[in-house]
């Protein structure tokens, strides 16, 4: 048995999303330390239909020991269409369509559960707080639990089948302080649950970053560009992006958008977008590093890794001004601008793509920003806090 | 300095209202770009949701002001009806168009100014509410405002931290630390086994604890302590904040505290003794804080057992001690 138990819906290098991303982060850091871990997580790859795609079973990946359980049926391809109508007022959802909205989500798995259900030692660590995993394992635990619920204001964080979840955990690691600030606000009664703004790891890539050469890699030639990291989802403001994009360049004529990571949501093709798919992490560090900036227009984030690994690469960072946790670390590091509306988007654009003074002057406030908060020994040390407090 | 944040944060915040500036410029030159933002911002309100937009509880008069107006500014571009239909660009479909536009708009003009004229009306409203609630913020932070002119309350040191911690020590369940500043309270009851949070008005107060690991939350005190339920708290702690706040909202936050702790909970109240202000901080905070002996006293006059004790060493020279009867 483990010092601590990860569960999460999805595990493994090549999984994109976000907390998936924090869990592994965190995993295999702690790991390196000298701790024991492991995963509990389902065989999917894709949250679209949770289908088994990683071999059943358990395997050594990074140092942790990851245990794998098949799904016991597939998220319907339906699924997003069938809740619209309990997500247009989810605070109303009986407890009984609300139960059956998380079992419809998924990843669902008896077998997950029994192996939640048997962890007698350490700490259950859950990431996201959304899933079927979280939801139905924290009823089943045993030792103390932590919830990194990578929380968003989005309509199912107002189901009534939450609460249950937020106020039984033990801890809550948020990634952000506003994070934090939603969860207070929604599940009032965590308001003594012990919890720190723990943020998630961030630092340089082991290989020398190399961004001459992903410029060749893609064919951007001279041109200045602007990148894009990330699912290419419309909830994820991509497709607002490439319009207010396709708008200012028509304007100054020039410059580029690149966008790196999975296409969920098609995206109409233009002159100024170059589509790459995703890409490996040397080229994705080359293409971040060789951009006169990251462009962010999420506005549902609840800490955006790529945004701090962009100031790692020396780049400025742009984000949407609706996103408070994006904002936020622009505001407190220096190191990014962000707008509210079409108008600040291009004007802050124009800026950024013209003024290599103004460029250079916030990738190096946001570098020095990541590396003092969000060094692992950092993150350790806020982590650690919190376990020895629910331990 | 580059290197230094709050530098950094000058800087970026000077960049941003400089963009703010421009685009201002821009969207008074150019009437078209107008009508263009109006739709992508209409888009924006859809994928945008407004929880997102909220900045936290610690935003100053200033930020809470400026947040209205952008919300004032937004209800005012979105209240405008227009009954103008978009015209094609080939020359057929732009005569058809244009024919269909004539007509849409005699038909729906007469309804269209109606609407106007009462969106014209409530957004004057709300405006004029805006100025009287302004107004009324403006006397109730007068104290607020004023003590931005005085250096802030010194953070806890460590031998109040640790008084405190020993004035806590039998207590077994959680504490709250109101005006934790960077935690040196809560660090001190946390390494005495103590469970601890601690909650403060500023971010920057915080963000020292924050990164190292510290339970610490941005919230107003009485809003805090609002949300926690009766008797859950073994102890709660008044510092700093309380020193620059006037009696009503500190007869409130004592309120709050009471119901929060357990019977055998306490209340510790650790603030430096006002006859120590003098010079420009006497005059410009006068009104504010109360001394140890008037807490003392108010403890007495709800019920709690109150003990008075001196501490040498550290800013705060009295601590008051309250259990509720």
Redesign the interface.
Known sequence: MSDITFVAPRYGADVVGGAELGARSLATRLSADGMDVSVLTSRARSFDTWADDYPEGTTIEEGVSVSRFSVDYLRSPNFAASCDRLLRHPEKASMQDAWQWIDEQGPTSNDLLEAVAEVDRGVLSFTPYMYHPAVRGVTVARVPTVLHAAAHPEPPLRLPVFDDLFNSVSGIAHYSRLEQRLVLDRFPSTVLTPQVVMGLPVEAPDFEIDPVRARQTFGLGDEPFVVFLGRVLRSKGTHELVDFFNATRERRGNGKLVIVGPVVDEIPKSKGVVCVGSVSDEHKFGLVAAADALINPSPLESFSLVVLEAWLAGTPVLVNGWCGPTRDHCEQSGGGLWYSNFVEFEVSLNRLLDDVDLRDRLAQAGHAYVTESFSWPAVRRRYQRLLSQIS | M??D?T???????R??AE??E??HQ??ESNPT?AI??RE??Q??TR???S???????GASPAEVKAHSE?LLGCIDDLSLLSVDAPVGKRKGVRQLKGTVRALTRWYLRYLADQVNAFNHFLVGFLRSAEQRIARLEGDAHAAEIMGEFVDPVLDADHVLGQAVADQLSQCDG?VAVVSCGSGRIVSAL?QAGI?A?GVDDS?DAI?DG??????L???APSE?LS???DG??SGVVLTRFVERRGPVELSTLIDEALRCVTPSGRIVVAVADLSARSGPEAELLRGTGLSPQTWAHLLRKRGCVVEVSALTGSRVTTLVTAQPQ
């Open positions: 580059l290197n944040a530098g950094a944060r000058e800087y970026v915040n960049i941003q963009i703010t421009e685009a821009r969207r770009l263009q933002e992508i911002n888009a924006w994928s945008a949701p929880a997102a937009a909220v900045r936290g509880d952008h959680p946390v469970t949070h971010v963000n924050v990164n190292e690991g510290l339970d939350r941005v919230a805090h949300r926690i339920a859950s708290l």
